[in-house]
């Protein structure tokens, strides 16, 4: 693993509470004073206070989650580099990507979603925050793009120290860092950024509208918010959940990878509009990605890859046995790669 281990002081700290590895004053705030937390499930349809069991269940995911990423993103960036999301294709796409290519698609990712989002150039973003950052490849691709400051949040102390360290071997450090905190709890003044943005992070949010709420609430007045996330799809009409094989397959992912329940791209929507946002705009981006996890498969499976697996350990192991799960989930429709966006009115 290229990762260096961080400080044991910081991956035992209570997981509400922020870390700050190197930050930009300017964005900072005193811990703010934790708030009830809410259900993980039904987002849109209403949420009651946590007990404390619950609580104590969102630790536990969210130390599952830091264990995780401390684990794997080392493995990660050896094989795939420095950006932790799937890739966007051309759909049907029938040609065998190099290597490189797949970067591109990954980079591709990041510009459809900006595109998608609007956001040019002449926006004029100058403060971002990446929640839920992985080692940083979404901060410095777009602080370098727009000559934006930059700020990432992960739970994940390797994943944090790495990005930073990226950032300096990049000659990006004054523009861009990044630490330890809840994406649920931000240690950011109100409304102080251009563009939030959350790549592939919105899944593992115990509790998606205190994840919006957080979101908007960071987000500068006429400010973007991307989220870009893996859900499930929209129930239809008088539906009121998935169907039991459907379940039992997300609970199978979820067990791996970190996953409190899923919620669908609608779901996000009607908490977008229930908070008053502006422009709010989804997509379904499922075919888009569709040549990603089997590309993924494939690169596991190489002499260098299987070497790689073994070494990092038990959880990088399960993850990989879980991919399969994800291609069986998008092409049974029961899993939606979803893209959702909106502005904080001025
Ligand atoms: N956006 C990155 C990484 C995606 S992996 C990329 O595209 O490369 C998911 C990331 O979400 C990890 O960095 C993980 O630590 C982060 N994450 C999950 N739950 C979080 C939370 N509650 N607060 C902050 N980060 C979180």
Request: hydrophobic fraction near 40%; charged fraction near 20%.
């Amino acid at each position: 693993m290229k990762a260096t281990l961080a400080p044991s002081s910081l991956i035992s700290l209570p997981r509400h509470k922020v870390s700050s590895l190197r930050s930009p004053s300017l964005f900072l705030q005193s811990q703010r004073p934790s708030s009830a937390l809410m259900t993980t499930t039904a987002a849109s349809r209403g949420s009651v206070a946590m007990t404390a069991a619950a609580t104590s269940s969102v630790e536990a995911l969210q130390e599952g989650i830091a264990e995780f990423y401390n684990e794997t993103s080392g493995l990660w960036e050896e094989i795939w580099g420095d950006h932790m999301h799937h890739g966007f294709y051309d759909p049907d796409s029938s040609v065998q990507l190099s290597d490189s290519g797949h970067r591109e698609a990954q980079i591709r990712m990041i510009e459809e979603s900006l595109r998608f989002a609007g956001v040019t150039e002449e926006k004029k973003i100058k403060r971002v925050v990446d929640v839920g950052c992985g080692i940083g490849g979404s901060s410095r691709y777009i602080a370098s793009k727009f000559g934006a400051e930059c700020i990432g949040i992960t739970l994940s102390p390797v994943q944090a120290k790495r990005a930073n360290d990226l950032a300096t071997a990049q000659s990006l450090s004054h523009k861009v860092s990044f630490q330890v905190a809840d994406a649920l709890e931000q240690p950011f003044e109100d409304g102080i950024f251009d563009l939030v943005w959350s790549m592939e992070s919105g899944e593992h949010m115990p509790d998606k509208a205190k994840f919006v709420k957080e979101l908007v609430r960071v987000a500068a007045p006429g400010g973007r918010i991307i989220i870009v996330t893996w859900c499930h799809r929209n129930l239809s009409q008088g539906e009121e959940a998935l169907q039991p094989w459907e379940q039992n397959l997300l609970d199978r992912i979820c067990k791996t990878f970190y996953l409190p329940a899923w919620c669908s791209t609608s779901d996000y929507v009607d908490l977008l509009q229930s908070l008053s946002l502006q422009d709010i705009k989804c997509a379904d981006w499922s075919e888009n990605v569709a040549p990603f996890w089997p590309a993924v498969i494939r690169t596991a499976l190489t002499w260098k890859g299987l070497v790689s697996l073994l070494r990092s350990g038990m959880k990088s192991i399960k993850g990989a046995l879980t991919m399969p799960l994800m291609i069986e989930g998008y092409k049974k429709g029961v899993i939606k790669f979803g893209i959702i966006t909106c502005q904080k009115p001025l």
